[in-house]
């Protein structure tokens, strides 16, 4: 893990490669483990060109910490024992990992059909104010299926900041699996989101939620065109879906029927943008909105001031630390295969 092989050709799809997102139901108060493993073994009976299964976000034991472990694990070799028995790719959502320092993070395990975990991906945007007591992760995954493309894997709320996925597809990944576990309002602005990633990028998007405890459903597929394959609903669903790797490749190069080329234009482009540089201070915007914390209905509504008025932050002070700001991953050079650098 953490390796970076060179290889002396470009990754070629030669066979079609079919995905199944499953939605299920999750229970928050025991395992879900047996269940997803029934799925599993169903998944490849009734549909056996699937060469990959994923899951929802904390599928396997659902959205409290308490259950949180650490890894690898006894679940993860579960997991890792039925991907190798069905010769298989498998994401089976996340489950919540604590290390050695106590630390609980969002943690998503990419198993290659030998059995191996390929890599293990940390949850980078926690969905805060809420869960405060997940800490962020620090690396990108991308991995490589070979005679096929290259994956990148985003959980939940890493998607609603754009630029995890520029990171992503900027290192070459063709499609994003975004496990989730939404149970809000705001899944009809998801869906909406994965629409626009996949267009804006130009990749397939896999955005596969839970049901009960796990979310309210809705799990789909979006092409990189930006439109849906296939919307599932609120009851448990199969999402199998073959997918094209060379439309992929060729709207890359000559842009959505022929128009907009938007990864080259980003390439391209005759300027950095400013403020990602959080050594620079360009204005006291961000910091004015206020401390990231959970809304009171008792306290005031902190309105963002007026230009001209006072905050509260003298001028001049930056605006977090600027030594911490995230160090960006290196290009993938053409031809070679990224595995992803993990942390901790």
Excluded at 32 to 44: G, P, Q, S
Excluded at 266 to 277: I, L, M, N, P, S
């Amino acid at each position: 893990m953490g390796e970076l092989v060179r290889t002396t050709e470009r990754l070629t799809c030669v066979t079609p490669f079919a995905i199944a997102g499953i939605q299920m139901h999750i229970s928050a108060l025991h395992s879900n483990l047996e269940a997803m493993i029934h799925r599993i073994d169903l998944t490849v009976a009734r549909f056996p060109w699937v060469r990959m299964i994923m899951f929802s976000e904390l599928a396997a034991f659902g959205p409290l910490t308490r259950f949180a472990h650490a890894f690898p694990s006894e679940a993860e070799d579960t997991f890792r024992k039925a991907a190798e028995r069905h010769g298989v790719w498998l994401l089976p959502g996340s489950m919540f990992e604590r290390d050695a320092e106590g630390r609980i993070f969002n943690t998503a395990s990419v198993i290659a059909p030998t059995g191996d975990v390929l890599a293990r991906y940390r949850k980078l945007f926690p969905f805060r104010p809420y869960e405060h007591d997940v800490d962020p992760g620090e690396g990108f995954c991308v991995f490589d299926v070979p005679e096929a493309g290259r994956f990148g894997v985003s959980i939940c709320y890493d998607m609603w900041i754009p630029e995890t996925s520029r990171t992503l597809t900027s290192m070459g990944a063709e499609v994003i699996l975004h496990p989730v576990l939404t149970g809000t309002i705001d899944r009809d602005i998801e869906l909406s989101i994965a629409r626009s990633t996949a267009a804006q990028f130009q990749c397939y998007v896999f955005d596969i939620n839970g049901l009960a405890a796990g979310g309210v459903g809705r799990s789909c597929v979006v092409d990189p065109a930006g439109t849906v394959i296939c919307q599932a609903a609120g009851q448990e669903e199969y999402l199998t879906v073959e997918i094209d790797f060379d439309r992929v490749r060729r709207q890359r190069e000559v842009g959505l029927n022929g128009l907009g080329q938007v990864l080259k234009s980003f390439r391209d482009r005759k300027f950095e943008f400013d403020v990602y540089d959080r050594s620079r201070v360009r204005d006291d915007y961000l910091a004015s909105l206020g401390p990231l914390e959970l809304p009171s209905r008792d306290g005031p509504v902190r309105m963002a001031p007026r230009p001209g008025e006072a905050t509260t932050r003298p001028v001049g002070e930056p605006i977090g630390d600027p030594t911490s700001g995230a160090t960006g991953e290196p290009a993938t050079p053409e031809g070679a295969t990224r595995v992803v650098r993990l942390t901790g």
